[in-house]
């Protein structure tokens, strides 16, 4: 018996088709000043390729260009993600979030249900990105739905992409001392300080 999928050729073409599905439902979704392709440091294509069930953390001043890296990141690792060095494992699942709307979503006055349902979607993508962590201010409820975020990815090994311009150590006040501890352990060998001016200014200064 043969079925489509033991034909290499077919399985190949099924996968780039995939890929191919996968890429642009993903550009669709990337904010328009987001969508040019950037260089990313070497830290960055390092940890794709590494596929350790390590997070990876993107820190630097207001400008440098954590946010566009990460959405390129997560572009090459949705890539990477279909490509011929990874075994196949069913569709990637990736979500990204800025934090503020994260911690907007997570409040107690919306409905439980929806709530519950963003805690285990957010607890099971393959990859989470949450843009500009530190940015808003956040009570301690907040604190510990994120808890149940993270503490649960953590112990799975899945992997998150943090942009903020504190480090993982002093995200305490933030996201509250116990997600910013598996936080950093989570981004350990990988946290990337970005450099230089801010973009937004131009070139001429
Ligand atoms: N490597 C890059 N090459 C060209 N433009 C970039 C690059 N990185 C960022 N930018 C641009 O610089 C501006 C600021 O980048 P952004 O990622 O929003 O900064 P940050 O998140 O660090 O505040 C944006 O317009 C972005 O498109
Ligand atoms: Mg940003």
Redesign the pocket.
Known sequence: MHSSSDDPDLRKEWLQQRAHGALTRFHDTTPL??R?H??VPKDVTDWIAGWGGGSLFLT??????????AWETCRLWLKAFYGPDRAWNGAADIHTYRSTALFDALRPDGPDEVRRTLIKTLQDADLVFI??LAAPKVTEWTQERLFEIFDERYINKRPVII?SDVLPADLGPVTGPRVASRLGEMCRGSVVL?EGND??RGEAA
């Not at 630097?60 to 890296?69: P, S």
């Open positions: 000043i987001y040019p950037i260089n630097g001043a207001i400008g440098v260009g954590k946010t566009h890296t843009d500009d942009t970005m973009r937004r």
